[in-house]
């Protein structure tokens, strides 16, 4: 049962374009939402977050969007970089933080 | 420099062989936890613990143990490992409460090899 799917396996852009990253829930007690981004052969870096009571939040370049009504979030990268091509993982969490519940990823590949 | 530590970073074992995997931080943080990341089914947690002797099962316990006998390390431990173990394993810590705005900080991960 995957309460977290992000059902796009793979996504390339144009560097300097608009990235857009989707991720889909099933829980509706999830009360905090995460990004991170995933480079080869290293671990998770958390990029951006947002609570269930809010539904944006911006930091730099990248942008969440949260509709709970729908049950959905996306990642906003704006403009695109090259070093921006990494798996990118949205996860969500109910239990102030210890269970932490990622979906499978999408892997972004942005070209010059 | 504050980090997560995993070793080995790289493991090959043979099925049934008793292994531990360590993680320590040093960052004083009190949420720790594990995660097994496996092609197509992106990070799944195995266990977390979010203080001293507080440890909870995430999605996929079966097969591992852990203990947090002192707030920097946090061991998984594979009693009898078997194939279907083979994967890729992060550790990752937080700060309290912090972990939701800032996010958990990941340890570089160990790649695990059952034959």
């Known amino acids: 049962d995957q309460q977290v799917k992000q059902n796009s396996p793979s996504l390339s852009v144009q560097e300097g374009r608009i990235s857009i990253l989707n991720c889909d829930y099933t829980?509706?007690?999830?009360?905090?939402f995460l990004w991170y981004k995933k480079y080869p052969a290293e671990g998770p870096t958390f990029l951006i977050s947002?609570?269930?009571?809010?539904d944006k939040n911006e930091d730099g370049r990248f942008t969440v969007f949260l509709n709970k009504s729908a049950k959905h979030l996306s990642l906003h990268i704006v403009p695109s970089q090259p070093g921006d091509s990494a798996v990118y993982f949205c996860?969500?969490?109910?239990?102030?933080?210890?269970?932490?519940?990622f979906g499978q990823g999408t892997e972004l590949s942005v070209k010059p | 420099e504050a980090q997560v530590t995993q070793n080995p970073r790289y493991l090959i074992t043979v099925t049934g062989k008793k292994l531990t995997v360590t993680c320590s931080q040093n960052?004083?943080?009190?949420?720790m936890s594990w995660y097994r990341q496996d092609p197509g089914l992106g990070l799944r947690q195995i266990y977390y613990?979010?203080?001293?002797?507080?440890?909870d099962k995430g999605d996929v316990p079966e097969g591992y143990k852990v203990s947090r006998k002192e707030k920097r390390n946090f061991p998984l431990i594979l009693e009898s490992p078997s194939p279907n173990q083979t994967s890729l394993y992060f550790c990752?810590?937080?700060?309290?409460?912090?972990?939701?705005?800032?996010?958990?900080?990941f340890g570089s991960g160990t790649r695990l090899t059952v034959v």
């Open positions: 947002i609570s269930s009571i809010k």
């Open positions: 829980n509706s007690m999830f009360d905090y």
């Open positions: 990752a810590s937080s700060l309290k409460g912090r972990g939701l705005v800032h996010g958990y900080t």
């Open positions: 613990s979010m203080n001293v002797e507080v440890t």
């Open positions: 960052m004083n943080h009190e949420y």
């Open positions: 996860a969500a969490t109910y239990n102030q933080g210890g269970k932490l519940i």
